[in-house]
C-alpha cells in the first residue's frame, strides 16, 4: 500500500478534519474529493494530532517487529478509539452524545480518562460476565444440566466479583474450594458445569479454565494424577426442586473400604505432594495452581486477557498452552505476568495497562501484507462483533428491543424489554439471531466456541431480513410502530427542511459509526435522497441498512 | 450389525457403485451391499425431516393402544386400520391410514431421556453428549458430504429449515458455521411468503440495486484495507447472499406457483405449505430440508391439542407422500418424521395438567419413507402400554446411519474433529454409544 510522508499526512489530516467537520455545510467541498482517496481514508482511521506513547507494554513489541523488519501501524483516531474502547471493554456502542463528548474533549488525557470511567461501568461487568459464563459453561440443561435456578445464581456471583474486581487468585480459589448449595453458595457450581462428577472430568475443566491447557493433549499418567485431587466430591439433593450440596466427603466409609483415600498425588507439573487425612484436596490444588510462580496460572491468565482485547493471544489458541506452541514474544508474556502478580491479581490493572498502551491504540490499517505483522501486534486486528455485541448495536440505534426465550420452563424468567442480551445469564435463553451470529452455546468452555466468522447467511438477514427492516423503519417511521417516537418527529420535520435531514445523516453516522460523515460521503447521500427511488424516510432506512452492512459497522476495527 | 449376504458379482457391483469413490473399497461395499442392490430404487438424493419440537405423543399417533385403558389412550381408544393389513394408527389420521404402504412405522426408538435438549441432541446427532465438542446435526452431516464439497451447486443452500431455527440442534456442531442451515423465517401459509433475507415485500429491484451500490460507496474500511483477507471473506458471503436476493430465490419459494387445488390439499397452514415448499426444495435438489413443526409439548390438554393438530398433520403429510409419489419423487427422496422423544403413556389427569402427557425417551415411535426405505412395515414394538421397548430396539444411531446408508454416505467417512479425534460420519461401537444394528429389516 503506498503510504504518504508524514507531513503530508499531518496537514492533510488537519486539513480533513477540519473539513468534515464544516463538511455538512450545503455544499459539500468538491476540492476535497479530488484529494487522492487513500489519504483521505487514512485519515479517517488513524490519527496524527495523538500518537500514543510507547509504554512499557510496548517495548517488546517494538523490539519484535524491529526484529522482523515490520513498520507498527500509526495511531488510530479518536473516533476510531472511542468505538473501539467501548466495543471491547463494555461490549457496547458508545451513544452519539458519548462520541461527541469525547470527539470534543481538548484533555490530552482523555483517552486515559476515558478507560477508567469505562472499568468502572456496571456494563463492565455485564460484558465480562458473559465471557466469564461462556468459559465456565453458565446454562440451564445441556450438556450439562445446571437448571435455571442455579444458573440465576451462579451469573449473579460471577457478575459481582468482576463489578467488586475481585482479586483473580481469589475468584479461582473460591471456585474450587466451595462446597454448599448450588443456590446458596452459587461457585459451587463450577463443578457442577461439568459433564459428569468423574476426577477426570474436573481436572479436564480446571486445566483448560484456569490453566489454559487441554488435558486431551496430555499424558494421560498427568491427568490422573492431578484427578486424584478431586476424589469424593459428592452431590446430594435437598427438598428444595433442583437444590444439590456439594461437598467432600472426608469420612465416606465407602472410600475407606475401597483402600483409604491417595496418601500422596503430583501435581500436573510433576511435584509429588503428601496428602494428610481430613484435609479437603482441593485446596491442596489451589495451594499449588494460584501460586504467583505458578507459570500455567499467571501466564493463562494474562494471556487470556491478551487475547480478548487484542483478537489473538500471545500464546495461540489463548486455551492451547503447550510446550510445542510457544508464545509470539515471551517477554510480553513474562512482563504481563509480572504486572498481575505485583498489582496482587488486579485484573483492571492488566486492562489498564493493555488498553494504554501504544499497541492497543493502534490503527487497524496494515503496513504490510505479511502476515507475521497481525500474529506479532503491528496493527489492530479486525474483528466481527460478537453476536451479543452486535444485535445490542442494532437496538440501540433502532430504539427497538428483542424477544429472548428458552426452551427450560422453569422457573420462569422475567427479561425486561430493555434488556441487553450482554446481560443475558443463561445460554439457554437464546433467540434465532444470536444463534445465527455464532454465540457460544456454552458447551465446552473453549475459546473457539464462540465463532464470529461471517457466512452469507448472516448477510441475507443483515441485507434484506424483515427482522432488521422493521427495527429501521420502526426508527424512521414511528405512526407504523410504538417505539422511538424521538426519531420520528425528526423525520417527519426533515421532510419539510434539508437543514435538520443533515443533522439526521450526522447522528446516523454518530450513533453507527461513532464518527462525522466526511463531505464525500454527504455528496454521496445526497445524491441517493435526491436522484434513487427510495425518498424521505425510505432512503434513511437505506443509509442506515448501508451502514450496518459495512465493516466499519460491523467489525471492531 | 448383521448384514445380509452379499452375492453380486463383481461387474454388478461395478454398475451400482454410484458412488464409488477411488481408494475408498467401503464406501463401494457399504453402497452396493445386498440391500441396496436388491431395491431397484437407487440412492437417495434428499430428505425432508419432519421434526416433531417438543416431542409428538407415540400413544395418541403411531403406537395406539386402546388396551391399556383410558388411562393410558384416553379419548383415543378407535385406531383405525390402514391400507395395510396389521398396522393400526390414531383415529385422528385417516389420511395417512391411505398411505401406510409408502412409510414405516419404527415402534422401538428408546435413548432413555426426558429433558428436550439432551434428547434432541441424541436424536439429531445420533451422539450421547459427552465428547468436549458439539457434534453435527444429521442435516449439517449430509450437506458436509453431499453439499458444496461434493460439488452440490443450487441456488439454495443444501441445508434449508422451514420456517424456524430449531437452534443449536439443527447446527452445524463442529463442522463450523459454513454447513449451517439457511432458516426461512416467514409464513408459507401467508402470500408471499417471505423467507427471512429472501424475499421483502415492497422493495423492488432497483431499491435493491441501488442500496448495494450505496453500501458500497460507503463502506470506507474496504477501500481503506483493499487487501484484507478477512474483508475478502465478508464480501464473499454478500456476494452469495445478493445471488438469492437478486437472483430466482425468491421463485423457488413462491408458492403461488403452485395449483389452488394443491396448495388446499397440503392445508392453507403453516404446516401444510411447508410440505408443500419443502417438495418444491426437493425438486430444487436441495439435499436436507427441516421442518420444524411447532406445538408438541403436550404437557397440558393433550387432547383437546391433539384434536386440533392431528388433522393437521395427517392431512399435510398425506399429501406430501402423495405428490412425492405422483412426481416419482418418493424413490429419491426420504421422509423421516421424530421429534427428540414420545410422551408419557400414562395420562396425568389431575390439575394443573387437565389430561397431559410429560416427556417419555424410553420408547416412542418415528416414521420413514421413500429413499429406498420400504414402505408398509412395522419396526419393533413396544410394551402393552406403550412404557418400553418390548422388541428390537431402535437408537437414533440405527436410524441416522440407515439414512445415511440411502444416501450413500460411507459409514466410516471421517469428520473433521477439531481437536484431532478419529471420528466417523455414523458412529462406531468404540464411542460407547448404544446400538441395535442398521434397519436392514426396510432397507
Redesign the interface.
Known amino acids: 500500500?503506498s503510504r504518504p510522508s508524514v507531513i503530508h499526512c499531518v496537514l492533510l489530516s488537519t486539513l480533513l478534519l477540519s473539513l468534515s467537520h464544516l463538511g455538512f455545510a450545503d455544499e459539500p467541498s468538491v476540492t476535497i474529493q479530488k484529494v487522492s482517496?487513500?489519504r483521505m481514508?487514512?485519515a479517517?482511521?488513524e490519527s496524527n494530532s495523538h500518537v500514543s506513547r510507547a509504554c512499557r507494554v510496548d517495548e517488546p513489541i517494538l523490539a519484535k517487529l524491529e526484529s522482523l523488519d515490520i513498520r507498527a501501524a500509526a495511531t488510530c483516531s479518536d473516533s476510531v478509539f472511542v468505538r473501539r474502547v467501548y466495543l471491547d471493554v463494555i461490549g457496547t456502542l458508545p451513544t452519539a452524545e458519548e462520541v461527541k463528548g469525547f470527539l470534543e474533549d481538548r484533555n490530552i488525557n482523555k483517552r486515559r480518562l476515558l478507560i477508567d470511567r469505562l472499568l468502572e461501568r456496571d456494563k463492565f461487568a455485564d460484558y465480562w460476565a458473559m465471557k466469564w459464563c461462556d468459559l465456565l459453561r453458565v446454562r440451564s440443561?445441556?450438556?450439562i444440566?445446571l437448571w435455571p435456578n442455579a444458573v440465576q445464581a451462579y451469573h449473579r456471583w460471577i457478575r459481582d466479583s468482576i463489578r467488586q474486581n475481585k482479586p483473580y487468585d481469589q475468584f479461582v480459589r473460591e471456585l474450587l474450594t466451595a462446597n454448599g448449595s448450588n443456590f446458596r453458595n452459587p461457585e459451587v457450581n463450577f463443578y457442577r458445569a461439568v459433564?459428569?462428577n468423574k476426577p477426570e472430568t474436573i481436572a479436564?475443566a480446571v486445566a483448560l479454565t484456569f490453566m489454559g491447557t487441554?488435558a486431551?493433549a496430555w499424558p494421560s499418567k498427568r491427568l490422573s494424577e492431578m484427578a486424584v485431587f478431586f476424589e469424593g466430591i459428592q452431590r446430594k439433593s435437598t427438598a428444595e426442586w433442583k437444590e444439590e450440596i456439594v461437598f467432600v466427603n472426608l469420612l465416606d466409609a465407602s472410600i475407606e473400604s475401597a483402600g483409604g483415600r491417595p496418601t500422596s498425588a503430583s501435581f500436573p507439573d510433576g511435584t509429588r505432594v503428601d496428602l494428610l487425612p481430613m484435609v479437603d484436596h482441593r485446596q491442596v490444588f489451589a495451594d499449588w495452581l494460584v501460586r504467583a510462580e505458578n507459570p500455567w496460572f499467571t501466564g493463562s491468565i494474562v494471556n487470556r486477557v491478551w487475547y480478548w482485547l487484542l483478537g489473538i493471544g500471545i500464546i495461540h489458541e489463548p486455551d492451547d498452552i503447550r510446550r510445542s506452541n510457544p508464545p509470539s514474544n515471551r517477554e510480553l508474556l513474562s512482563l504481563l505476568q509480572c504486572e498481575l502478580v505485583k498489582s496482587e491479581y488486579d485484573i483492571k490493572h492488566l486492562f489498564r495497562l493493555i488498553l494504554n498502551s501504544a499497541t492497543y491504540q493502534r490503527s487497524?490499517?496494515?503496513t504490510t501484507?505479511r502476515p507475521e505483522a497481525e500474529r506479532n501486534f503491528a496493527h489492530y486486528p479486525?474483528r466481527?462483533l460478537d453476536a451479543e455485541v452486535l444485535i445490542d448495536a442494532i437496538c440501540r440505534i433502532t430504539g427497538t428491543s428483542e424477544t429472548y426465550k428458552s426452551?427450560?420452563p422453569e422457573p420462569w424468567t422475567f427479561i425486561p424489554g430493555d434488556q441487553p442480551s450482554i446481560a443475558l445469564p443463561d445460554a439457554?435463553i437464546?433467540s434465532?439471531f444470536l444463534?445465527?451470529f455464532?454465540r457460544p452455546?456454552r458447551?465446552?468452555g473453549?475459546e473457539?466456541e464462540r465463532?464470529n466468522?461471517?457466512?452469507?447467511?448472516?448477510?441475507?438477514?443483515l441485507?434484506?431480513?424483515?427482522?432488521l427492516?422493521d427495527k429501521l423503519e420502526s426508527r424512521w417511521n414511528p405512526q407504523t410502530s410504538a417505539t422511538s417516537p424521538r426519531f420520528g418527529r425528526r423525520v417527519r420535520r426533515s421532510v419539510a427542511a434539508p437543514q435538520s435531514a443533515q443533522a439526521d445523516v450526522t447522528d446516523v453516522y454518530l450513533s453507527l459509526l461513532s464518527r462525522y460523515p466526511t463531505s464525500h460521503?454527504l455528496e454521496?447521500?445526497r445524491k441517493?435522497t435526491s436522484e434513487?427511488?427510495?425518498q424521505g424516510n425510505?432512503a434513511m432506512v437505506?443509509?442506515m441498512?448501508?451502514?450496518i452492512?459495512?465493516?466499519?459497522f460491523?467489525?471492531r476495527? | 450389525m448383521k448384514h445380509e449376504p452379499t452375492s453380486i458379482s463383481r461387474r454388478g457391483f461395478l454398475r451400482s457403485g454410484l458412488c464409488s469413490v477411488p481408494g475408498l473399497p467401503l464406501a463401494n461395499h457399504f453402497c452396493s451391499s445386498a440391500s441396496a442392490a436388491r431395491s431397484k430404487t437407487g440412492t437417495a438424493k434428499s430428505v425432508i425431516q419432519i421434526w416433531m419440537w417438543g416431542g409428538a405423543s407415540h400413544l395418541d399417533t403411531f403406537d395406539p393402544k386402546p388396551e391399556a385403558g383410558s388411562d393410558y389412550c384416553g379419548p383415543f381408544s378407535k385406531p383405525i386400520e390402514t391400507n395395510v393389513p396389521g398396522i393400526r394408527i390414531c383415529e385422528l389420521l385417516p389420511e395417512l391410514a391411505k398411505q401406510a404402504d409408502k412409510y414405516s412405522i419404527i415402534r422401538s426408538m428408546t435413548h432413555g431421556i426426558n429433558?428436550?435438549?439432551?434428547g434432541t441432541?441424541l436424536v439429531q446427532t445420533g451422539r450421547m453428549?459427552?465428547d468436549?465438542?458439539?457434534y453435527p446435526s444429521v442435516g449439517s452431516v449430509v450437506s458436509y458430504f453431499k453439499g458444496y464439497r461434493a460439488g452440490y451447486q443450487g441456488m439454495i443452500?443444501p441445508y434449508t429449515v422451514l420456517t424456524?431455527?430449531l437452534?443449536?440442534f439443527s447446527?452445524a456442531g463442529f463442522l463450523?458455521?459454513?454447513y449451517?442451515?439457511?432458516?426461512t423465517?416467514?409464513d408459507p401459509a401467508q402470500d408471499p411468503f417471505?423467507v427471512?433475507?429472501?424475499v421483502?415485500e415492497g422493495?423492488?429491484e432497483?431499491?435493491?440495486k441501488?442500496?448495494r451500490e450505496?453500501?458500497h460507496?460507503?463502506?470506507?474500511?474496504?477501500?481503506?484495507?483493499?487487501?484484507?483477507p478477512?474483508?475478502a471473506?465478508?464480501k464473499k458471503?454478500?456476494n452469495?447472499?445478493?445471488s438469492?436476493?437478486l437472483g430466482d430465490g425468491a421463485a423457488v419459494f413462491d408458492l403461488a406457483q403452485e395449483s389452488d387445488e394443491l396448495r388446499e390439499s397440503y392445508g392453507r397452514n403453516t404446516f401444510g405449505q411447508s410440505c408443500l415448499a419443502a417438495r418444491r426444495l426437493v425438486e430444487q435438489g436441495v439435499r436436507f430440508i427441516t421442518i420444524n413443526y411447532e406445538g408438541w409439548d403436550t404437557h397440558k390438554n393433550n387432547f383437546t391439542t391433539l384434536r386440533q393438530k392431528l388433522p393437521e398433520m395427517d392431512q399435510a403429510m398425506a399429501t406430501l407422500l402423495k405428490d412425492l409419489s405422483e412426481r416419482g419423487l418418493l424413490d429419491s427422496t426420504i421422509v423421516w418424521w421424530s421429534g427428540e422423544f414420545g410422551r408419557t403413556p400414562k395420562i396425568q389427569w389431575e390439575p394443573p395438567y387437565n389430561g397431559g402427557r410429560g416427556h417419555w425417551g424410553s420408547a416412542f415411535s418415528a416414521l420413514v419413507a421413500g429413499g429406498g426405505f420400504k414402505g408398509g412395515q412395522l419396526v419393533g414394538s413396544s410394551d402393552a402400554r406403550g412404557e418400553t421397548v418390548k422388541d428390537r430396539p431402535v437408537y437414533p444411531c440405527d436410524l441416522i446411519g440407515s439414512i445415511y446408508q440411502r444416501l450413500c454416505i460411507n459409514p466410516l467417512e471421517k469428520l473433521p474433529h477439531?481437536?484431532g479425534?478419529t471420528v466417523h460420519a455414523t458412529p462406531t461401537a468404540e464411542e460407547g454409544v448404544p446400538m441395535g444394528g442398521l434397519l436392514t429389516e426396510i432397507i
Do not use: W
Open positions: 500500500m482517496g487513500n481514508l487514512i479517517l482511521f440443561e445441556f450438556p444440566n459433564r459428569d479436564a487441554r486431551d487497524c490499517i496494515p501484507d479486525i466481527r426452551l427450560i439457554s437464546t434465532p444463534e445465527l455464532g452455546a458447551d465446552t473453549f473457539l465463532n466468522a461471517p457466512t452469507a447467511e448472516q448477510m441475507l438477514h441485507l434484506n431480513s424483515s427482522h427492516l460521503e454521496v447521500i441517493y434513487a427511488e427510495a425510505e437505506d443509509l441498512l448501508s451502514l452492512n459495512t465493516p466499519e460491523l467489525y476495527h | 429433558a428436550h435438549e439432551t441432541y453428549p459427552g468436549s465438542v458439539s443452500p424456524k431455527r437452534g443449536r447446527e463450523g458455521q459454513r449451517k442451515p439457511l432458516v423465517g416467514g417471505a427471512e433475507g429472501v421483502v422493495i423492488s432497483r431499491r435493491q441501488e442500496r450505496l453500501m460507496n460507503l463502506d470506507m474500511l474496504s477501500k481503506a484495507m483493499p487487501r484484507s478477512k474483508l471473506a465478508l458471503c454478500e452469495e447472499a445478493y438469492l436476493i477439531p481437536l479425534k
